[in-house]
């Protein structure tokens, strides 16, 4: 069974950054195409940044020159680095992957607030 655990949220002031950690289990990760998707309080959940299985990356305008998301095939890990965060980013954010033949899996989400 695939399973995605987020780690690495938490509270941060504006300007500061944070990088979250999407470990994965149960697929053969360098085949997934990997996501982070996010949900503010009150609104749906939306896209963030991608990277594909040959590290083509993706983002959403609102974040692009801020995030950037990685992978290490290695270590069946996917991670989104967040620089300039905003009070705008705050949000629950979820892994998601793209498993070849299985489907579309989440993970439980990881909240990340920028207040001062």
């Known amino acids: 069974q695939v399973q995605l655990v987020e780690s690495g949220g938490g509270l941060v002031q504006p300007g500061g950054s944070l990088r979250l950690s999407c470990a994965a289990s149960?697929?053969?990760?360098?085949?997934?195409?990997m996501a982070w998707y996010r949900q503010a309080p009150g609104k749906q959940r939306e896209w963030v940044a991608a990277?594909?299985?040959?590290?083509?990356?993706n983002y959403a305008d609102s974040v692009k020159g801020r995030f950037t998301i990685s992978r290490d095939n290695a270590l069946n890990t996917v991670y989104l680095q967040m620089n300039s965060l905003k009070p705008e980013d705050t949000a629950v954010y979820y892994c998601?992957?793209?498993?070849?033949?299985?489907?579309?899996?989440w993970g439980k989400g990881t909240l990340v607030t920028v207040s001062s």
């Open positions: 990277i594909t299985s040959g590290g083509t990356t």
């Open positions: 149960g697929s053969n990760f360098r085949f997934n195409s």
């Open positions: 998601n992957a793209v498993v070849p033949t299985k489907g579309n899996y």
